[in-house]
């Protein structure tokens, strides 16, 4: 069963950076849509950022000017670097691997952003 992996998530102060990593072995990577979504508690899953396997991006307004996804297709790996990290940016971050016939969810990593 292809289970994208993801790594990176931890306490970090407000105002601070992280990278996440996302690696889905299993796949023909470069023919995916890759994104990043989060679920903080309480709430529901909501899109961080995507990159198709065109390369074509897209951000939720929330992160915009502060997260940036990137993929290297040939590490079949997806990055989200995150900068200016605020305190509601806390949440259980997903990797996605999505085609029309169907995707696969990784199981998160946690990011918490907290003095």
């Known amino acids: 069963q292809v289970q994208p992996v993801e790594s990176g998530g931890e306490l970090v102060q407000p105002g601070g950076s992280l990278r996440l990593s996302c690696s889905a072995s299993?796949?023909?990577?470069?023919?995916?849509?890759m994104g990043w979504y989060r679920q903080a508690p309480g709430k529901q899953r909501e899109l961080v950022a995507v990159i198709t396997s065109g390369g074509r991006i897209n951000y939720a307004d929330s992160v915009k000017g502060r997260f940036t996804i990137s993929r290297d297709n040939a590490k079949k790996t997806v990055y989200l670097q995150m900068n200016s990290l605020k305190p509601e940016d806390t949440a259980v971050y997903y990797c996605?691997?999505?085609?029309?016939?169907?995707?696969?969810w990784g199981r998160g990593t946690q990011v918490t952003v907290s003095s």
């Open positions: 299993g796949i023909i990577f470069w023919l995916y849509d």
């Open positions: 996605n691997a999505g085609q029309p016939s169907g995707d696969f």
